[in-house]
């Protein structure tokens, strides 16, 4: 009965052993190498060109999560199909954007400068 026992220990032992032998193993955190995201710089003509774009940024950016730059230019990141985009543009163009302010077409400004 006693060598029953033994036995059956050293049993239970090896295969606790096994066991987190093959959970140590399968840690991929280890092996893995870590992913970069590439960041894509466009302007915010640029974005406009692409419907998708647009759409992605009306809905993660606002102007309250504008990042202000130097040139007095602001930065929204946001991420579309995985990949990080930063748009930039001057606050004029971002209040138009999100059409806050009116910008008048070329021909009528011409027309506005040359009545005053």
Known sequence: MEVIMKTMKFT?????????????????????????????NITLEQAKKN????????SQVDLGKLIPSKDYMYVGEMKYHGQVY???????????????IIIPPVHYRDEMKAIE
């Open 51 to 58: 419907p998708g774009i647009v759409n992605a940024l009306y």
């Open 12 to 40: 239970l032992i090896a295969a606790l052993l096994a066991f987190l032998m093959v959970n140590v193993a399968g840690a991929d955190d280890f092996k893995s190498k870590p992913r970069f995201s590439v960041v894509k």
């Open 86 to 100: 930063r748009v930039w543009g001057s606050y004029v163009e971002w209040l138009a954007f999100f059409r806050l």
